[in-house]
């Protein structure tokens, strides 16, 4: 894992690179990568190049970048892992290729001279990189199918800016800051800043399964190479097709998932697990640990606040490290720890976030423990339908469906209903025959943070205007689940490619690398869901509990028939708890401070 950075001035009276701007935007991320850095320059300085390293594959000096291709026409800068590189090593190494490093980034560069722009459906792994074509002049960027990796861009028309942080890019200068209303609205519709959108104007998120070259033409489009709602529409195509019976089995899920972390424990040093007593860390602990043994790490959060309450992690988690023999460790945080590292949290924070405090102290213990690679249960819940969005979701479309043919009745009762409800109880409630009527609606109604009628009395009304004719979230929202029949899928699109994708996978990166920690994700791997759709598409597809069932190493009982509870973090304990010191704040009054915070930062 690492950071990434590059300057392209493009257009033909663009001025020469600012080198110094350059080393700005790389220092700025030196906690993504404190193993090393470095930076090219093309010899007429149009073009440069910066990385800063955490070295995780061939941790010798032969690895480092930018790296150049043996002629020296390509030169690249990646963040990520490519899980499947041996396989393609050896395929290139049949072709003639040769290698001087044992790095999955030298085999980028041979795959990108070779196959170009179709490399990518090749790719196993997470990653976000840009590759430089002498010969062509021009750059290449290609960010991973599910977007685990970020990468953002600033244009300015004549010259293009790219980096794996937002805040790095604005350490370099040269950006347009003035406030992107798609941004703000969307950070307190949300709770995140949805993509392609940042608080700024001046900069965007390249697509997730999204890649663009730029020449002296300027950016071209985005094209997608892999489509998460195409996928899913697809499986479910086939599995309607597929002749009576299910089209899946215990023993072919498990060996899915084994598949998965097996390629995500591929590292040339220690891969830890975080660890909690859910279903989703467990069975991949169970898992890895049949591959690793009693060399597995595992590490468990623990709070102050929840000791001996149901809502405690550590006994079962602990529970669970003994039976698979894994090396374990425990570390406890409380109120003090919070205040200790607020302000570093704050200032780690990359995009305003309602979230990531849970990700970002667990990172910080197992960061302190040794290990630079944790493996996280994130994506469970998103493929296995283990949130709640699951059932409230279709079962408020249904209900609440013939009153979408009953003209203005909706937005009637909101208009009534709004000003009173919001005294006594949850200000969605007034939405519920307006947003409630289809899946797309009633997902933006479970997951809204402030409702769309709430935003003019947080925002300038011509920025809530502005911004919420950008964002078009309900038209977005149908075209997730477009073509996709299957009522869990929809629910399983729309979790992934807006809550998981915008929040927990961009929590999980910025949190990570403040601790200089690559944080992967094995159910989170296109190669598994285009395995699993088929049988997530069933008429009674798997679900978490078959998930823990998989693996041949059974979990425990009281595991497996544990009530689901989700992680829990003692947040409003922590901003609650002493009202003269946080004001008695709520997620809401959270989301108001995370914004003015990192909006005046």
């Given at each position: 894992?690492?950071?990434i950075?590059?300057?392209f001035?493009?257009?033909?009276?663009?001025?020469?690179i600012?080198?110094?701007?350059?080393l700005?935007i790389?220092?700025?991320m030196a906690?993504?990568?404190?193993d090393?850095?470095?930076?090219?320059h093309?010899?007429?300085?149009?073009?440069g190049?910066?990385?800063r390293?955490?070295?995780i594959?061939?941790?010798?000096a032969a690895a480092?970048?930018p790296?150049a291709?043996?002629?020296?026409?390509?030169?690249?800068?990646?963040?990520?892992?490519i899980?499947?590189?041996?396989a393609?090593?050896?395929?290139?190494?049949?072709?003639?290729?040769a290698?001087?490093?044992?790095?999955?980034t030298?085999v980028?560069?041979a795959?990108?001279?070779?196959?170009?722009?179709?490399?990518?459906?090749?790719l196993?792994g997470?990653?976000?990189?840009?590759?430089?074509d002498?010969?062509?002049?021009?750059?290449?960027?290609?960010?991973?199918?599910?977007g685990?990796?970020?990468l953002?861009?600033?244009d300015?028309?004549r010259?293009l800016r790219i980096a794996?942080?937002v805040?790095?890019?604005?350490?370099?200068?040269?950006?347009?800051?003035?406030?992107?209303?798609?941004g703000?609205?969307?950070?307190?519709l949300?709770?995140?800043?949805p993509?392609?959108?940042?608080l700024?104007?001046?900069?965007?998120?390249?697509?997730?399964?999204?890649w663009?070259?730029?020449?002296?033409?300027?950016?071209?489009?985005?094209?997608r190479h892999?489509?998460?709602t195409?996928?899913?529409?697809?499986?479910?195509?086939?599995?309607?097709?597929?002749?009576?019976g299910?089209?899946w089995?215990?023993?072919?899920?498990?060996?899915?998932l084994?598949?998965?972390?097996a390629?995500h424990?591929?590292?040339?040093?220690?891969?830890?697990?975080?660890l909690?007593?859910?279903?989703?860390?467990?069975?991949?602990?169970?898992?890895?640990?049949?591959?690793?043994?009693?060399e597995l790490?595992?590490v468990?959060?623990g709070?102050?606040?929840?000791?001996?309450?149901?809502?405690?992690?550590?006994p079962?988690a602990?529970r669970?490290?003994g039976?698979?023999?894994?090396d374990?460790?425990t570390s406890?945080i409380?109120?003090?720890?919070?205040d200790?590292?607020?302000?570093?949290?704050m200032?780690?924070?990359?995009?305003?976030t309602?979230?990531?405090?849970?990700?970002?102290?667990?990172?910080?213990?197992?960061a302190?423990?040794g290990?630079?690679?944790a493996?996280?249960?994130?994506?469970?819940?998103?493929?296995?339908?283990g949130?709640?969005?699951?059932?409230?979701?279709?079962?408020?479309?249904r209900?609440?469906?013939p009153?979408?043919f009953v003209?203005g009745f909706?937005r009637?009762?909101?208009?009534?209903s709004?000003p009173?409800l919001?005294?006594?109880t949850s200000?969605?409630?007034?939405?519920?025959?307006e947003?409630?009527?289809?899946?797309a609606?009633?997902?933006?109604?479970?997951?809204g943070?402030?409702?769309?009628?709430?935003?003019?009395?947080l925002l300038d009304?011509?920025?809530v205007?502005d911004?919420?004719?950008e964002l078009?979230?309900?038209?977005?929202?149908?075209a997730?689940v477009?073509g996709?029949?299957?009522?869990?899928?929809?629910?399983?699109?729309?979790?992934?490619?807006?809550y998981m994708?915008?929040?927990l996978l961009?929590?999980?990166?910025?949190?990570g690398m403040?601790?200089s920690l690559e944080?992967?994700t094995?159910?989170?791997?296109?190669v598994?869901l285009?395995?699993l759709?088929p049988?997530?598409?069933?008429?009674?597809?798997?679900?978490k509990?078959?998930?823990a069932?998989?693996?041949?190493?059974?979990?425990?009982a009281?595991?497996?028939?544990r009530p689901?509870t989700?992680?829990?973090?003692?947040?409003?304990?922590?901003l609650?708890?002493?009202?003269a010191?946080h004001?008695?704040?709520?997620?809401?009054?959270w989301?108001?401070?995370?914004h003015a915070?990192?909006w005046?930062?």
């Open positions: 894992m690492c950071g950075g590059a300057i001035a493009y257009g033909r009276d663009a001025p020469r600012d080198r110094d701007a350059l700005r790389r220092e700025a906690l993504r990568g404190p090393g850095a470095g930076s090219w093309s010899e007429d300085d149009r073009c190049l910066a990385h390293r955490l070295a594959i061939d941790l010798t480092a970048q790296m291709s043996a002629d020296g026409r390509y030169h690249i800068t990646y963040n990520g892992e899980y499947n590189y041996r393609l090593r050896d395929e290139l190494k049949r072709d003639g290729v290698f001087v490093t044992d790095s999955d030298e980028l560069l795959l990108y001279a070779r196959d170009g722009a179709a490399m990518l459906d090749r196993r997470m990653y976000a990189f840009a590759i430089w002498a010969e062509k002049r021009g750059m290449f960027l290609a960010r991973d199918p599910l685990i990796k970020p953002y861009f600033a300015d028309g010259t794996s942080q805040k790095a890019l604005l350490a370099g200068s040269g950006i347009d800051t003035a406030p992107a209303p798609a703000h609205v969307g950070f307190f949300w709770g995140y800043v993509e392609p959108h940042t700024y104007r001046g900069i965007h998120a390249l697509g997730a399964g999204a663009m070259w730029i020449d002296s033409s300027g950016p071209g489009p985005q094209t892999f489509d998460l195409r996928v899913l529409a697809t499986a479910a195509e086939e599995a309607a097709e597929e002749a009576a299910e089209p089995d215990l023993g072919a899920l498990g060996e899915a084994a598949d998965s972390v390629h424990l591929v590292a040339d040093v220690p891969v830890g697990v975080f909690s007593s859910g279903l989703d860390s467990a069975t991949l602990v169970s898992l890895a640990a049949e591959i690793k043994g009693t790490r595992t468990t959060l709070f102050d606040d929840f000791r001996g309450k149901e809502v405690d992690e550590v079962l602990e669970i490290a039976q698979f023999g894994t374990h460790r406890w409380g109120r003090a720890d919070f200790a590292e607020s302000d570093r949290l200032a780690a924070m990359d995009q305003p309602i979230d990531g405090v849970n990700s970002y102290f667990v990172s910080k213990v197992t302190e423990t290990l630079k690679v493996i996280s249960g994130l994506g469970g819940d998103e493929m296995f339908g949130y709640a969005s699951f059932r409230e979701v279709p079962l408020l479309a209900v609440l469906k009153f979408r003209p909706g009637g009762f909101r208009a009534v709004a009173v919001k005294h006594f200000p969605k409630y007034a939405g519920l025959f947003y409630g009527t289809s899946h609606d009633a997902y933006l109604l479970r997951r943070l402030f409702m769309p009628w709430e935003l003019p009395e009304a011509d920025l205007r911004g919420w004719r078009a979230p309900r038209a977005e929202l149908e997730t477009a996709i029949g299957p009522v869990n899928l929809r629910i399983s699109a729309l979790e992934t490619a807006w994708r915008n929040q961009r929590d999980s990166d910025w949190a403040a601790h944080i992967r094995p159910l989170v791997d296109a598994l285009r395995r759709a049988m997530l598409a069933a008429h009674s597809p798997p679900g509990r078959d998930m069932l998989s693996p041949a190493r059974r979990l425990p009281e595991v497996l028939n689901k989700g992680f829990s973090v003692p947040i409003h304990e922590w609650g708890g002493d009202t010191h004001g008695g704040w709520g997620f809401r009054q989301a108001r401070h995370i915070a990192q005046t930062s």
